[in-house]
């Protein structure tokens, strides 16, 4: 299984923007589909965004296109998720996850490999 770190969490205020990163480690990166999901307290984990192997397509939940932009840099192990008009509503634990036997993957079993999660705050 690929090993996953996100990064770039921390304190923002409403309107402000953050990027998160999830680095890969071992070989391969390129195989797995990506996707990002987040967990506020007191509520299920969902999913916030997918990116297929090649980068080439990505997919979003519905409430947040348009202000959430997820990429990766194969060559680098790395996925991103750029936030921007940053919402009290988007605090949360933000969590990255690779999956290997599905293309467009976007469910919590879709997914084999996860992160630890970076805590997103958005003050009001």
């Known amino acids: 299984q690929v090993q996953l770190v996100e990064s770039g969490g921390g304190l923002v205020q409403v309107g402000g923007s953050l990027r998160l990163s999830c680095a890969a480690s071992?070989?391969?990166?390129?195989?797995?589909?990506m996707g990002w999901f987040r967990q506020a307290p007191g509520k299920e984990r969902e999913f916030v965004a997918g990116?297929?192997?090649?980068?080439?397509?990505?997919y979003y939940a519905d409430q947040l296109k348009g202000r959430f932009t997820i990429s990766r840099d194969n060559a680098k192990n790395t996925m991103y998720l750029q936030m921007n008009s940053l919402k009290p509503d988007d605090t949360a634990v933000y969590s990255c996850?690779?999956?290997?036997?599905?293309?467009?993957?976007?469910?919590?079993?879709?997914?084999?490999?996860w992160g630890q999660g970076t805590q997103v705050t958005v003050s009001s």
């Open positions: 996850a690779a999956s290997t036997g599905t293309s467009w993957p976007t469910r919590l079993s879709d997914f084999d490999s």
């Open positions: 071992g070989h391969m990166f390129s195989s797995y589909a």
């Open positions: 990116i297929t192997r090649s980068g080439a397509t990505t």
